[in-house]
């Protein structure tokens, strides 16, 4: 890659839902609009936060179309992945004539694949892709780490895999594969709270989920690292740090839709087996945002 398709803050959008469990199409709208207008750099819709596993084909490319529509130019990160090839593939067929930039593919859930699987897994995806892929590696969602050795071999062997959104929350892992990614090569941290580290290592972005909540905040911070400016980008990241964990006191995305129900932006409804936020996580995103905008 000559010029890096995602760096900086990408937000991985929440979906809203209507208290009956039907996708708010309007307020979805209202979000992304919000993003753009807060100059995050990339979206990501179709994640883990947008709840993807509860969404029917049509929902994915319904809530993708919207998403595009709004984006403003902005790259599109489409998650596609599953816990097998077929469907993957399928996820792919869906989604790829939508018009996304790149799709970002989870390292397989459950089955929990060997590194040889896992490198098998990625290169037939990509060979059948006709976009580029970006790897996920959150092993614990997924019960398998994808380990650096892998991470390179797909990204030196495999034309067509172009970065990796790394979520193992393991610092060494990720300064490792930094330091051994051929350049073009995208690592993006997949934990806000590791993020400023990880960018002051060579890391060229956030893939952010408390940037719903804080948009203009999350992407001011990558984007004085990206300048060089650590000063100004660790004074963003001490402010924003009481919110970044407070985004996992409970599975995500349910906080994230707390706050944004704080904020008076979206509900906080969820599709089972996700669960409402308790009591507790209301009055703590209450707290935080409070002292975040004071």
Not at 193 to 222: C, Q, Y
């Amino acid at each position: 890659m000559t010029d890096m398709l995602f760096k900086g803050c990408g937000t991985a959008l929440v979906t809203p839902f209507f208290s009956d469990g039907a996708v708010d199409y309007d307020t979805l709208t209202t979000l992304v609009d919000r993003q753009v207008e807060a100059g995050v750099d990339f979206l990501v819709p179709l994640g883990t936060t947008a709840e993807t596993p509860a969404l029917s084909p049509q929902e994915k490319a319904e809530i993708f179309k919207l998403v595009k529509q709004h984006a403003g130019g902005k790259p599109l990160l489409a998650g596609v992945g599953t816990n097998n090839y077929p469907g993957t593939i399928a996820n792919i067929d869906l989604l790829a004539p939508l018009g996304p930039d790149a799709l970002l593919v989870v390292v397989p859930f459950y089955n929990k694949p060997t590194q040889k699987g896992q490198y098998e897994y990625f290169k037939a995806i990509a060979e059948y892709s006709p976009l580029p892929i970006v790897i996920y590696n959150v092993p614990g969602r997924t019960g398998a780490n994808m380990l650096p050795d892998t991470v390179i071999r797909l990204a030196t062997e495999v034309p067509g895999i172009i970065g990796i959104k790394e979520a193992s929350g393991k610092y060494d892992q990720v300064s490792e594969i930094i330091a051994r990614a051929p350049k073009g090569f995208a690592v993006l941290s997949g934990d806000d709270d590791l993020t400023f580290a990880l960018m002051a290592t060579g890391a060229h972005g956030v893939i952010s989920v408390a940037s719903n909540i804080a948009p203009k905040e999350v992407a001011d911070m990558t984007h004085e690292m990206l300048r060089g400016h650590l000063s100004e980008a660790r004074a963003l990241h001490h402010r924003l740090f009481p919110l970044f964990k407070a985004c996992f006191v409970e599975s995500n995305p349910v906080p994230a839709k707390a706050a944004l129900s704080v904020l008076g932006l979206a509900g906080s409804s969820l599709r089972l087996p996700l669960s409402d936020p308790s009591e507790s996580t209301f009055e703590l995103m209450d707290k935080v945002l409070a002292e975040l905008w004071k």
